[in-house]
């Protein structure tokens, strides 16, 4: 597959003391939130396969959907500016957000052009939506390509197959060895593209995700539907899919909505370690992590990889909800 190299690689990952003397497991973290700076975070790995195939179709402009303060948007919006492309972001505004800032801010600087669409009426007609925009650029003469929703299909689930193999290089070179690897799941993506490069490399891991939003079910439904799409793009039949291990209950008060022990969790970690984690998915990942070590979950565990997907940027639209936590 066509790749372009737009994130700065490999991240490092650093064993986090704070945590690995509290509890038994070492704890280590996978610095994904230093992939680039306004670009960072986990989407561009994925968007170095999407928008390498965006290219080579001779595609000019990126559509791309999210929430308000979407870290996949806003990725897409700095790799379309680097790039010289066009970019149009439909975002989705829950009711009373009106929060100009953070990621959204960022759209904005760069040049994405933003359709704002209220929840309710999002959630009911994004698809047409993005096929309007679609033809709409069709109509002026250019050429558009649709991202999906956090670049979580096949082709962008490529770019954490990816990641993974820089795990399997990091193990090699130090001789640590990661018998855990936690990431968060918001659409699904980074998880399957890590438990794909378990499964292909037969690396014996546990691929453990923490769902952000939805719950384990849908999640292992998604995932099954994801691998399918991706080994579509690579040479392989089919996988074992009986590892796949979502920890469920730790949505909280729902997606992007934060509870003040979850923004504690994250204060904590940033007053032990200098890592600042986002409170969208890699705070309440962590939450989790935290409480099922207490629970004993990982007792077993030498070596925990947990991945720090990146979204820092969320931060600065819950500055209040953080400062009062
Ligand atoms: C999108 C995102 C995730 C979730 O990744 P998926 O591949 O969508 O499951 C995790 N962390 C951050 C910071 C993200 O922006």
Known sequence: MNKLHLAQLPTPIEKIGYLSNKY???????????????ASGNKIRKLE???AEALSLGCDTLITNGGFQSNHCRST?????????KCILILRKEPGENIETANFLLDHM?????RVKEHDDFQAHKDEMMQEVYQEVLDKGGKPYIIPMGASNGIGTLGYIDAFD?????EKK???VFDTIIDAVGSGGTYTGLYLGNELRQAHKDIVG???CDDADFFIKEINSIIDDTLSHLDVKDVERSHIHIIDGYVGRGYSLS???????ISDLSRHSGIILDPVYTGKAYYGLIHELEKGTFDHAKNILFMHTGGIYGLFSKSKEIISA
């Open 110 to 114: 760069l040049g994405a052009d933003i």
């Open 174 to 176: 130090t001789g640590i």
């Open 77 to 85: 919006a700095a790799v379309a500016a680097k790039l010289g492309l």
């Open 49 to 51: 396969y999407s928008v």
């Open 24 to 38: 038994k497991p070492n704890i280590f973290v996978k610095r994904d939130d230093l992939t680039d700076s306004v």
């Open 259 to 265: 509870r003040k022990e979850e923004l504690e969790a």
């Open 166 to 170: 820089e795990i399997l290089e990091y």
């Open 210 to 212: 923490i769902n952000v």
